[in-house]
């Protein structure tokens, strides 16, 4: 059992919890994840580490309220527990030996993009920021950002606040302002991970992103995460979640992704009828 230590709601429907695991928090790095079961009677879902305090023995998650398990796990508070919380899993990301970096984030996809913020940073690189969202209200973690980062843009579909429009608005521009980047960081959506992909193979500039199949045991023994990167398959899970975004085939990931929406909606009206 794991304690929940702290919680808040730091967007419509989403939340942010810091979750008691020393020993996941002591090897932790940017890029991987944890996967977590409410209670015994609920599903397993990958979620992708936030932050973590090695001190205080803590890992940090953020999530948005989609479905009946993140419904169960938004209904716990501080003190309560999480039956099972295993990590962490998956590759560290990949970010040595890069000097001047792009970072892009979409929705929740801000979330997991934060750690490889901060640790550039750390490493003293220069990295620039775009963050996106639906409006200024769904913007995540604006704050943790700008003190970790050499500037933050900020893009809005509504244009509530920032550019009116897409992140990768934001990018064409920064890049054709003669902005070298030696790399480029993108996690959220996966039609904007296609998008911000497809803008830096343009320019010739080293891509990587953060993919999220339909997962199930995190460790590579169901297949059901695999995603075809460079014409092979690959297993988010073991092989990743992070691939070069050049040769990811986004369009069979999205197809993918779409796969078991009937059968989660019927699994979603159980649930609801039988009170959970």
Do not use: W
Request: hydrophobic content about 40%; aromatic content about 6%.
């Amino acid at each position: 059992m794991f304690e929940i230590m702290d919680k808040k709601k730091i967007g419509p429907e989403i939340v942010q919890m810091v979750i008691k695991a020393p020993l996941i928090a002591k090897k932790a790095m940017p890029g991987q994840f944890i996967m977590l079961r409410v209670d015994e009677h609920g599903e397993r879902i990958p979620l992708t580490i936030a932050g973590y305090d090695r001190a205080a023995g803590s890992i940090t998650i953020i999530f948005q309220v989609v479905g009946y398990t993140t419904n169960d796990l938004a209904q716990l508070d501080p003190g309560d527990h999480i039956k099972d919380f295993a990590g962490p899993l998956g590759m560290p990301s990949k970010l040595e030996g890069y000097s001047r970096v792009l970072c892009v984030g979409g929705g929740v996809g801000i979330a997991p993009l934060f750690p490889q913020i901060k640790y550039l940073n750390d490493k003293d690189a220069f990295v620039d920021v775009i963050i996106g969202a639906r409006s200024a209200e769904c913007l995540i973690l604006r704050d943790e950002i700008s003190k970790s980062s050499s500037n933050v843009y900020i893009a809005t579909d509504d244009g509530s606040l920032g550019h009116k429009g897409f992140v990768t608005d934001v990018a064409k521009d920064l890049i054709e302002k003669g902005n070298n980047y030696d790399l480029v960081i993108a996690i959220g959506p996966l039609v904007m991970m296609k998008a911000v992909s497809q803008l830096t193979k343009e320019y010739d500039i080293h891509t990587i992103v953060s993919m999220n199949p339909i997962m199930v045991d995190g460790t590579g023994m169901c297949g059901g995460c695999r995603v075809t990167v460079g014409g092979e398959t690959l297993y988010a899970c073991v092989d990743g979640p992070e691939f070069d975004g050049h040769l990811v085939d986004f369009d069979e990931a999205i197809r993918r992704q779409q796969m078991y929406k009937k059968e989660e909606q019927i699994e979603h009206d159980c649930k609801v009828g039988r009170g959970r």
